[in-house]
């Protein structure tokens, strides 16, 4: 029959601990509390705890408190080097109430408890550098805003104020000796949009985007061509009614045969 094999028990992690017996909540809701600072530095299991809208973590910010102050007091350990080894949550007594419900019928509360333990120690070797890194560094640390950003928000804060912001000098790009004095595409829009003059390269380009195709020369040909043909055709038209009247006219005027022959009688 195999054993099976038994590892720390909880009473025997090492560190130092703090504890809380006989909390008034459920060990589930704590312990969704504790799964969030398991494992971090205590300063930033401190200010996780105190940005965490759950309501065991008032309670379980103080636990933790207590841990790191009997680390500093009776272990003699910095604060600032500690880090969250365990946590857990067990289950405590159960206080049993009852409702009045309806036809003489009576429904069970249970009012849950829990004991709350931290236990905090040195940090690793390897966790210690990270922390000194990023703090070198200047970085944020995980679930934080950055600096920049921080500063950006500032900034924007104050102009909604109507309070005036200095501004941070920003590095100018460097340029290539050869194409120091020419403009950029985006230094020349913003100098046409200011009133500028426009540069050879943008007269240039304006040209060529107004530069008529092949189509629209052959359309505009061809109607200018129309258009020399028909006062042409109007002309002829006209000349040509006006001797069709003329001549018709001419005929109506000559005199038939026998109106001569009754003239002559008379």
Same mark, same amino acid.
């Given at each position: 029959?195999?054993?099976?094999?038994?590892?720390?028990?909880?009473?025997?992690? =090492?560190?130092?601990?703090?504890?809380?017996?006989?909390?008034?909540?459920?060990?589930?809701?704590?312990?969704?509390?504790?799964?969030?600072?398991?494992?971090?530095?205590?300063?930033?299991? %401190?200010?996780?705890?105190?940005?965490? $809208?759950?309501?065991?973590?008032?309670? /379980?910010?103080?636990?933790?408190?207590?841990?790191?102050?009997?680390?500093?007091?009776?272990?003699?350990?910095?604060?600032? %080097?500690?880090?969250?080894?365990?946590?857990?949550?067990?289950?405590?007594?159960?206080?049993?109430?009852?409702?009045?419900?309806?036809?003489?019928?009576?429904?069970? /509360?249970?009012?849950?408890?829990?004991?709350?333990?931290? /236990?905090?120690?040195? +940090? !690793?070797? $390897? +966790?210690?550098?990270?922390?000194?890194?990023?703090?070198?560094?200047?970085?944020? =640390?995980?679930?934080?805003?950055?600096?920049?950003?921080?500063?950006?928000?500032?900034?924007?804060?104050?102009?909604?104020?109507?309070? *005036?912001?200095?501004?941070?000098? %920003?590095? $100018?790009?460097?340029?290539?000796?050869?194409?120091?004095?020419? =403009?950029?595409?985006?230094?020349?829009?913003?100098? *046409?949009?200011?009133?500028?003059?426009?540069?050879?390269? +943008?007269?240039?380009?304006?040209?060529?985007?107004?530069? =008529?195709?092949?189509?629209?020369?052959?359309?505009?040909?061809?109607?200018?061509?129309?258009?020399?043909?028909? !006062?042409?055709?109007?002309?002829?038209?006209?000349?040509?009614?006006?001797?069709?009247?003329?001549?018709?006219?001419?005929?109506? *005027?000559?005199?038939?045969?026998?109106?001569?022959?009754?003239?002559?009688?008379?």
């Amino acid at each position: 029959m195999a054993v099976a094999s038994i590892g720390t028990k909880t009473n025997e992690r =090492p560190g130092t601990r703090a504890q809380m017996r006989f909390a008034r909540f459920s060990a589930s809701k704590a312990r969704a509390v504790l799964d969030l600072v398991r494992g971090l530095p205590v300063n930033e299991a %401190t200010e996780v705890l105190q940005f965490t $809208e759950r309501g065991p973590s008032v309670l /379980i910010s103080k636990v933790l408190a207590s841990a790191i102050a009997n680390a500093e007091h009776n272990d003699e350990l910095d604060g600032d %080097t500690l880090y969250v080894a365990a946590c857990y949550a067990d289950e405590g007594p159960t206080l049993k109430r009852w409702r009045p419900r309806a036809r003489g019928r009576a429904t069970r /509360i249970r009012k849950r408890t829990c004991h709350i333990t931290i /236990i905090v120690s040195p +940090m !690793p070797e $390897e +966790m210690a550098a990270r922390v000194e890194a990023r703090q070198a560094s200047g970085a944020a =640390p995980a679930g934080r805003r950055s600096r920049r950003a921080q500063e950006s928000r500032r900034a924007r804060v104050a102009r909604s104020r109507g309070e *005036t912001v200095a501004e941070e000098p %920003t590095e $100018e790009p460097e340029t290539d000796e050869a194409g120091a004095d020419e =403009p950029t595409e985006a230094e020349a829009e913003e100098q *046409t949009e200011a009133g500028g003059e426009p540069t050879d390269e +943008m007269v240039e380009e304006a040209e060529e985007v107004n530069e =008529p195709t092949a189509d629209e020369t052959a359309g505009d040909e061809a109607d200018v061509a129309g258009e020399a043909e028909s !006062p042409e055709r109007d002309e002829s038209t006209e000349e040509r009614g006006f001797e069709g009247a003329a001549g018709g006219g001419a005929e109506g *005027t000559e005199a038939s045969p026998e109106a001569e022959d009754a003239e002559e009688n008379k």
